[in-house]
T-cell receptor
Framework: GQNIDQPTEMTATEGAIVQINCTYQ??????LFWYQQHAGEAPTFLSY????GLEEKGRFSSFLSRSKGYSYLLLKELQMKDSASYLC???????????FGKGTSLLVTP | ETGVTQTPRHLVMGMTNKKSLKCEQH?????MYWYKQSAKKPLELMFV???????ENNSVPSRFSPECPNSSHLFLHLHTLQPEDSALYLC???????????????FGSGTRLTVV
């Protein structure tokens, strides 16, 4: 079966750092993705982890621990435009489609 | 514009109507997907096509009928829908199903469907 959990909502202040967690229990594992989705828009790719460790890309970083079934997305120097939904998705096995969590709605306040 | 174009952006239809959603990509991708996005729920996979062949049908009711005439186009034909089918329908594409693409999926902006 597939089970991907993320917090429903988070609030953070402009300029601060926020960490969005994702835990998963899937029948296979072939990589984990993070997507950003602004209201009324398409989800857009942020990051991909397949090996344990931290991947850094500008203000955004993503971490993976396969043994713990755990990932987080770290957003630094938050900006108002970072207010969006952040989706965690697991690729269970080659030949199958991505499975998504419910998404975390992040609100950045002044 | 993300590279994946969906039309229409908004659709209101009665329960007895027949309508179709269209998805088009010119990214050279070989896999295309339909997902349903409802409030407070995860993105739900509906159908997967790889090289024009359907590879997954995620127990979707027969009132939803997909069609993939070529690797660039994907349709979702709708008939006798129910109000609970109201949702955002997202199309996505990827290079293939291997998961080796580091860019993941490219999504369209979706069709906001309301069934009245």
């Amino acid at each position: 079966g597939q089970n991907i959990d993320q917090p429903t909502e988070m609030t953070a202040t402009e300029g601060a750092i926020v960490q969005i967690n994702c835990t998963y229990q899937t029948s296979g594992f072939n990589g984990l993705f993070w997507y950003q989705q602004h209201a009324g828009e398409a989800p857009t790719f942020l990051s991909y982890n397949v090996l344990d460790g931290l991947e850094e890309k500008g203000r955004f970083s993503s971490f993976l621990s396969r043994s713990k079934g755990y990932s987080y997305l770290l957003l630094k120097e938050l900006q108002m435009k970072d207010s969006a939904s952040y989706l965690c998705a697991v690729h269970p096995n080659s030949g199958y489609a991505l499975n998504f969590g419910k998404g975390t709605s992040l609100l950045v306040t002044p | 514009e993300t590279g994946v174009t969906q039309t229409p952006r908004h659709l209101v239809m009665g329960m007895t109507n027949k309508k179709s959603l269209k998805c088009e990509q010119h990214l050279g991708h070989n896999a295309m997907y339909w997902y349903k996005q409802s409030a407070k729920k995860p993105l739900e996979l509906m159908f997967v096509y790889n090289f024009k062949e359907q590879t997954e049908n995620n127990s979707v009711p027969s009132r939803f009928s997909p069609e993939c005439p070529n690797s660039s186009h994907l349709f979702l034909h709708l008939h006798t829908l129910q109000p609970e089918d109201s949702a955002l329908y997202l199309c996505a594409s990827s290079q293939d199903l291997s998961g080796s693409s580091l860019d993941g999926y490219t999504f369209g902006s979706g069709t906001r469907l309301t069934v009245v």
